[in-house]
């Protein structure tokens, strides 16, 4: 099993908002909850628009902003936000080999 499918089990509820979107995860083993915000944004980076760009180039700005595709997530993709969320507080997880899966710690 891929370990990205294993994160999304992790996975509890999803929150977003404008501006974040926060992860709920609850390891299965221990019962523990660990929280995640990220920024509401695509997983490589930020969306950058300088006033210049937005005034010179308003429909071109516009469709860097509004269409940019963001991934919340998905098993066939690895650069979701839910694995920007899970890289943050990773540190509070491990990988156990017997169960195939994390768990907190």
């Known amino acids: 099993m891929r370990k990205n499918k294993n994160i999304l089990s992790l996975v509890d509820h999803v929150k977003i908002d404008s501006n974040t979107v926060t992860c709920y995860f609850k390891c299965t083993q221990t ?23 937005i005034l010179f180039h308003p429909i071109k700005s516009y469709h860097i902003y509004y269409h940019t595709p963001i ?11 839910v694995d920007k969320a899970f890289k943050k507080v990773a540190n509070k997880f491990r990988w156990n080999e017997q169960i195939n899966n994390y768990i907190c710690v």
Do not use: M
């Not at 909850?33 to 969306?47: A, L, M, T």
């Open 71 to 81: 991934v919340i997530y998905g098993d066939k993709n690895d650069k979701t936000i």
């Open 31 to 53: 019962n523990k909850r660990v929280v995640s915000v990220v920024p509401f944004e695509p997983y490589e980076g930020k969306i950058e628009l300088t006033y210049k760009d």
